[in-house]
């Protein structure tokens, strides 16, 4: 895992030299960096496959073509033997990144098709005087950048830190990614906290005319369902535990110890029972961590799957209110708001596995691939209450859950019901996003001058509708891989993990995997209220059988109390509504509501103006 940074037009070498330091975390092992032919190209290396030849920027034999390189293509094995019968010639022994360049070289932007891994990188090709950029299918690896076609600049980087060290770069706030913001605790691509940036979404490639600066985006890949209505359940079931665990095994492959996160849910205990599998006893390393409050601990049932499995189990216990102390240490680093709370107990589940392994598998993707979410099992209530419910009644529903007791427990109940009544009571492709929003529409529209929400929510909006069924299941599962997975779950991980030089990786988005569980009817992924039916029964045998029934829990921490108990505050003046985020904290101080979603979001986005100054 690696951190790339580069631009063409104005710009020295000592603004890459800036950009390429702000990315150590990501490549702590060795620098990289090269100027020509009105091009610099800078890279930060974790050295994890070829540890002595893979240094970058590389080039190709005949230096026509160079490249600067983030993520692991899992399947370069296949790929370079492919290229070899057609010709190609390799000086390393089995570097992934002379394999992008030799792919580039015979399929040109094509390329990306045959790629199965995580990626981010650009290459320069000199003869054609352009560069190619792309980045995964998912967006697991980041790709910021800026674009100025009058000044013939073009800047890109891993992270938004980076790319603003560049003196080219603007350092305003967006007003529209604010706004995103506090609506999904997350700013969706291809929008950037800063005014001028962007974020090249999952999926797409650019390229870029170095002569005429003319900037080109595509998407060369998009999530769409195509059941097949003929296997049986025990068909799919012998399926997915062969194509995930094919995933898993070349997953497996590196230069460097490497183990698996082990939370006790079904998906990252599948991922260890099926990385296990291939081992003698003892021989997996797992990790987990848990807390000293039992709502959010979950360390009982990760240790039951190690014992299960055989894996030689690390576990650390921690104290969430000494956890909460390292907040303004975690966010100090994050170089964009992300208000997913979860990305506390990530960073210190990385931070400590770091001390053992290198690269750490993990369970990202399969709560989305096969509807382990709670808004699934929400999607049928939400029709049966828009066609029962007038339009009329739905201001009273609302103002009677709303008298509920405030609760602050983990998956609180009145939480989950006052959440759901505001989102049914909308059209069914904001029905998720409002369900999930850190604000809720009155407080929006007021905080934001009468926000239109079709505009508010128009990612959610264009991935429920881009779908090509009716299904609504199956337009779910779009929100949620098209957006959720990468500008939220995705971003925490690499965030987090990044900070210690950690590398995850995430067998459940094998593009083998994927086109799997899109020819899953959504009746086996969501059956009779029971989420991720077909992947729980796939576990039956590898998993003992009260980890793979019992009640899901994500990983989250008592944001709400904290605020309730005032040992975290936030500062309304900081805000983009100061008025109305002083009525919310007050509400939520005095257990009127539970606003916890708003304030750590605006904790975040406090810390973060804070600390880059950027008004």
């Known amino acids: 895992?690696?951190?790339?940074?580069?631009?063409?037009?104005?710009?020295?070498?000592?603004?890459?030299?800036?950009?390429?330091?702000?990315?150590?975390?990501?490549?702590?092992?060795?620098?990289?960096?090269?100027?020509?032919?009105?091009?610099?190209?800078?890279?930060?290396?974790?050295?994890?496959?070829?540890?002595?030849?893979?240094?970058?920027?590389?080039?190709?034999?005949?230096?026509?073509?160079?490249?600067?390189?983030?993520?692991?293509?899992?399947?370069?094995?296949?790929?370079?033997?492919?290229?070899?019968?057609?010709?190609?010639?390799?000086?390393?022994?089995?570097?992934?990144?002379?394999?992008?360049?030799?792919?580039?070289?015979?399929?040109?932007?094509?390329?990306?098709?045959?790629?199965?891994?995580?990626?981010?990188?650009?290459?320069?090709?000199?003869?054609?005087?352009?560069?190619?950029?792309?980045?995964?299918?998912?967006?697991?690896?980041?790709?910021?950048?800026?674009?100025?076609?009058?000044?013939?600049?073009?800047?890109?980087?891993?992270?938004?830190?980076?790319?603003?060290?560049?003196?080219?770069?603007?350092?305003?706030?967006?007003?529209?990614?604010?706004?995103?913001?506090?609506?999904?605790?997350?700013?969706?691509?291809?929008?950037?906290?800063?005014?001028?940036?962007?974020?090249?979404?999952?999926?797409?490639?650019?390229?870029?005319?170095?002569?005429?600066?003319?900037?080109?985006?595509?998407?060369?890949?998009?999530?769409?369902?195509?059941?097949?209505?003929?296997?049986?359940?025990?068909?799919?079931?012998?399926?997915?535990?062969?194509?995930?665990?094919?995933?898993?095994?070349?997953?497996?492959?590196?230069?460097?110890?490497?183990?698996?996160?082990?939370?006790?849910?079904?998906?990252?205990?599948?991922?260890?029972?099926?990385?296990?599998?291939?081992?003698?006893?003892?021989?997996?390393?797992?990790?987990?961590?848990?807390?000293?409050?039992?709502t959010y601990d979950e360390l009982p049932f990760a240790a039951r799957v190690a014992e299960w499995i055989g894996s030689r189990h690390r576990t650390e216990t921690l104290n969430l209110a000494n956890a909460r102390g390292l907040l303004p240490e975690i966010y100090s680093r994050l170089d964009e708001p992300n208000g997913d709370s979860s990305l506390l107990p990530t960073f210190l589940l990385s931070k400590f596995t770091r001390r053992e392994v290198t690269v750490a598998l993990g369970g990202d993707g399969g709560d989305e691939l096969f509807a382990g979410y709670e808004p699934f099992r929400a999607l049928h209530a939400a029709a049966f209450y828009r066609s029962l419910v007038p339009k009329a009644l739905h201001p009273a529903i609302i103002s009677l859950a709303d008298r509920l007791p405030v609760s602050h427990r983990y998956l609180s109940l009145d939480f989950a019901l006052k959440r759901f009544v505001r989102g049914a009571a909308r059209p069914p492709s904001q029905w998720i996003p409002t369900w999930m929003a850190g604000m809720d529409a009155p407080d929006l529209q007021d905080c934001f001058g009468g926000a239109d929400m079709e505009e508010v929510f128009s990612e959610a909006i264009e991935a429920w509708d881009g779908i090509h069924s009716e299904d609504p299941v199956e337009k779910a599962t779009g929100f949620f891989i098209r957006l959720y997975l990468q500008d939220s779950v995705l971003a925490k991980v690499d965030r987090a993990s990044m900070m210690s030089s950690l590398e995850v990786r995430a067998p459940f988005l094998d593009i083998n995997v994927v086109n799997l569980a899109r020819r899953i009817p959504s009746a086996w992924r969501l059956r009779g209220g029971c989420t991720k039916y077909l992947l729980k029964e796939a576990a039956r045998g590898l998993l003992p059988d009260e980890i793979i029934d019992r009640k899901k829990k994500g990983f989250g921490v008592p944001v709400g109390a904290w605020f309730r108990s005032g040992d975290m505050s936030i500062d309304p003046a900081a805000m983009p509504c100061p008025s109305v985020a002083a009525r919310l904290l007050s509400e939520h101080s005095a257990g009127i509501r539970n606003h916890r979603l708003f304030l750590w979001n605006a904790w975040v986005y406090g810390e973060w103006k804070r600390r880059t100054g950027i008004a």
């Not at 070349?250 to 081992?279: N, Q």
């Open 1 to 294: 895992m690696c951190g790339i940074a580069g631009f063409i037009g104005p710009g020295t070498r000592e603004d890459l030299a800036r950009m390429t330091r702000r990315l150590v975390d990501r490549g702590p092992d060795a620098a990289g960096d090269w100027e020509g032919d009105g091009v610099l190209l800078g890279h930060r290396r974790l050295s994890i496959l070829d540890l002595e030849g893979g240094a970058q920027p590389m080039w190709s034999a005949d230096e026509s073509c160079g490249i600067v390189f983030n993520g692991e293509i899992y399947n370069y094995a296949e790929l370079r033997a492919d290229l070899a019968a057609a010709g190609r010639v390799f000086r390393t022994d089995h570097s992934d990144t002379e394999v992008l360049l030799e792919a580039y070289a015979e399929w040109g932007d094509g390329m990306v098709h045959r790629l199965n891994g995580m990626w981010a990188f650009v290459i320069f090709d000199r003869g054609r005087r352009r560069l190619f950029a792309s980045r995964d299918r998912f967006g697991k690896k980041p790709f910021y950048y800026h674009h100025s076609a009058d000044r013939g600049c073009f800047v890109f980087a891993s992270e938004l830190n980076a790319l603003l060290e560049h003196p080219g770069v603007p350092r305003g706030v967006s007003a529209p990614a604010v706004r995103k913001y506090f609506a999904y605790g997350y700013v969706p691509a291809p929008l950037a906290m800063t005014e001028g940036t962007k974020k090249l979404p999952g999926g797409h490639s650019l390229s870029v005319d170095i002569q005429t600066s003319e900037l080109r985006v595509w998407r060369y890949w998009d999530y769409q369902p195509e059941p097949d209505a003929g296997g049986s359940p025990a068909e799919w079931r012998e399926e997915l535990r062969g194509v995930l665990g094919d995933a898993v095994r070349r997953r497996m492959v590196a230069d460097v110890p490497l183990g698996v996160f082990l939370s006790g849910g079904i998906d990252s205990s599948l991922v260890a029972a099926l990385a296990a599998k291939d081992l003698p006893r003892g021989g997996l390393q797992t990790f987990s961590i848990g807390f000293d409050e039992p």
